[in-house]
Nanobody
Framework: QVQLVESGGGLVQAGGSLRLSCAAS????????MGWFRQAPGKEREFVAA????????YYADSVKGRFTISRDNAKNTVYLQMNSLKPEDTAVYYC??????????????WGQGTQVTVSS
């Protein structure tokens, strides 16, 4: 079991930056792959980025590639999402997610409560 708590959301102007953090409970954080998803009003939740248990592999949605960076610090049980060059269309609730490494690619089974990111034009 793992519990996830996101932080770092807020209001930012277009072109600005934010860094989201996700703190995980439990002693086996390094055995989980981690991901970030987002859900905008009236839209389905969508994948944003993911990182392997070791941090050696990362994956991004095309819409954020080159602007967002996912990273993790297993010593601190924390995963980060650095978001640069933000656009109004990045406005959404951002969710941190975790899954055991044996699960299929997008089958995350642990979720945080979400943090709001609003980008003004």
């Amino acid at each position: 079991q793992v519990q996830l708590v996101e932080s770092g959301g807020g209001l930012v102007q277009a072109g600005g930056s934010l860094r989201l953090s996700c703190a995980a409970s439990g002693r086996t954080f390094s055995s989980y792959a981690m991901g970030w998803f987002r859900q905008a009003p009236g839209k389905e939740r969508e994948f944003v980025a993911a990182i392997s248990w070791s941090g050696s592999s990362t994956y991004y949605a095309d819409s954020v590639k080159g602007r967002f960076t996912i990273s993790r610090d297993n010593a601190k049980n924390t995963v980060y999402l650095q978001m640069n060059s933000l656009k109004p269309e990045d406005t959404a609730v951002y969710y941190c997610a975790a899954k055991e490494v044996y699960r299929p690619k997008y089958e995350y089974n642990y979720w945080g409560q979400g943090t709001q990111v609003t980008v003004s034009s």
